[in-house]
Nanobody, 126 residues
Framework: QVQLVESGGGLVQAGGSLRLSCAASGLTFSNYVMGWFRQAPGKEREFVAAIVRSGYSTYYADSVKGRLTISRDNAKNTVYLEMNSLKPEDPAVYYC???????????????????WGQGTQVTVSS
């Protein structure tokens, strides 16, 4: 049974930083690309970042490039999202996601992922 558990969300002032973590279990973590998505109230779930199995290549939504950094530690079965220079438009529930098939390609679409965490709330005060 695959489980993804996010943590690290919270309230931060605009311009501040947060580090989200997503601990994975029930899968051979290093065999799967991983993604982060976010969903704000009344909006669709949107792509934030993704990382290949080795961690050597990463992909970002234009809106977060230069401010958010995705990384992974395959020894700890964990993917991270370092969030800096947070803006008022960043608040959302942030989800990590994994595909069900080993060797899947990176995708920026929610449909490219089959396993989702419960999400962690990020709130930014101005």
């Amino acid at each position: 049974q695959v489980q993804l558990v996010e943590s690290g969300g919270g309230l931060v002032q605009a311009g501040g930083s947060l580090r989200l973590s997503c601990a994975a279990s029930g899968l051979t973590f290093s065999n799967y690309v991983m993604g982060w998505f976010r969903q704000a109230p009344g909006k669709e779930r949107e792509f934030v970042a993704a990382i290949v199995r080795s961690g050597y290549s990463t992909y970002y939504a234009d809106s977060v490039k230069g401010r958010l950094t995705i990384s992974r530690d395959n020894a700890k079965n964990t993917v991270y999202l370092e969030m800096n220079s947070l803006k008022p438009e960043d608040p959302a529930v942030y989800y990590c996601a994994a595909p069900s098939r080993r060797g899947s390609a990176i995708s920026s679409l929610p449909a490219g992922y089959d396993y989702w965490g419960q999400g962690t709330q990020v709130t930014v005060s101005s």
